[in-house]
């Protein structure tokens, strides 16, 4: 039977980040990751691979050399969470126990709640930038398209990044704009949610770029049926039960149902939906105060994001640090979160918000503009971010930084 001081179940974003900072806090040999995967992605950039502004072999490592050394890698999955005999059993049969735990499990994308999904994906002119098997086929289909209708979906439930299914419709516009096949095209984003974008500052300025440039939004219609043979797509009217709505299309990008992650889910750790029951100013788990959790699996009220796992890694070591000298947790998270929001190839829209929805800005600049400067940092200087400073638990988001720069200002 193995037992670490640190168990982190997952070996994404989150768990990759926190291994980095508890081997530091207590040292390489108590701390291990249980993670199958012998890939880890950088999913972020997906957007970009889906509209071939980057490769898809650019967004992945190794998970071996994401590992920090020293570290224990039990490559296998996490099958039960058993948090009263603090132990964890793996799918090849291996029980675990741990003195603290961290999950970081991520969710769950369901493309199989969706009818003729998944095989609709082995048809072409279908594709999702939200899994390594179908993002290069989102610009298979956008170099093949020749005109009709290229159509983007939002599915009825929460989705990590809420603004990568409409990032994608920018690119497509802008493609083909470039190709000269744009006049020929009708641009659709069916969404399930009632507005465009959740923090009104960007929603209002995104709702000028839609306008602008003739792309038409659907609020509250929900993806439930995939025709391949046919290409037809059938949307569900939330707003009058029972309504559909067939739309033919020569492009769809479907963005998929989630929901969390099915081992959370069956164990005691779960909230009444199934998220990790987390406190949400100090990621300290309600009911076991030996187990922690971070991104994607939990139920903090704030958008799943890369950047908010940044945040709340910062938070997180923090708390534990303090836990393990039986202390009371002290620094608050405030529910920071950011999503670049891609608007054309060379621009974007960085929101960045909190909590309470309201804009929490990094830079001294109205970031509702759309800007070049931005492009930049998400193409090019986020990724190198990602893997050599927040994988390597050095990156605890941008907050010094806001501070620093509205410093004598507002
Ligand atoms: P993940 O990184 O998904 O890691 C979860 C890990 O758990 C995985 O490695 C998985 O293999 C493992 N796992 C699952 N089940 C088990 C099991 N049973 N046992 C063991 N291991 C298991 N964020 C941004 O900040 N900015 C962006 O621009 C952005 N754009 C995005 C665009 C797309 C298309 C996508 C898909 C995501 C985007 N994100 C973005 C979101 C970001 O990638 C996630 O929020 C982030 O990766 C969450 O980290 P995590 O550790 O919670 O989950
Ligand atoms: C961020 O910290 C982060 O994690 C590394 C991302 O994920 C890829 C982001 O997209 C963003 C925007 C941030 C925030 C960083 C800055 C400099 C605003």
Redesign the pocket.
Known sequence: KEHYKMLV?????????MSARMKRMMGAGNVAV????EM????????LV?AGAKSLASSGRP?ASVMPSGVKWVK????EINPDTNTVC??DGTEISYEYLIV?????LHFEKIKGLPEAFDHPKIGS???VQT?EKTWTALQNFQGGNAVFSFPNTPV??A??PQ?IMYLTDSFLRKTGKRAEANIIYNTSLPVLFGVKKYADALWEIVKSRDLQVNLRQNLIEVRADKQEAVFENLDKPGETNVIEYEMLHVTPPMGP???IKGSPLADEVGWLDVNKDNLQHKTYPNVFG?????NLPTS???????AQSAILNRTISKVLKNEKPDRKYDGY????L?TSYNTVMLAEFDYNGEPLETFPINQAKERRSMYHM?ADV?PHLYWHGLLRGLWGGPGPYRKLFHLGMK
């Open positions: 179940l997952g070996g994404g974003s989150g768990g990759i980040t249980v993670e199958p995967s880890h992605y950088y999913q972020p950039i997906w957007t889906g998970t296998s999955k996490v099958q793996t799918e970081a499990l991520g969710l769950q930038n939200y899994s993002v990590k990044c603004g990568a990032k992650n099915l081992v971070i991104g994607d699996c939990t799943k994001t890369g950047a908010a796992v940044a979160t950011s999503c670049p891609v998400k986020m």
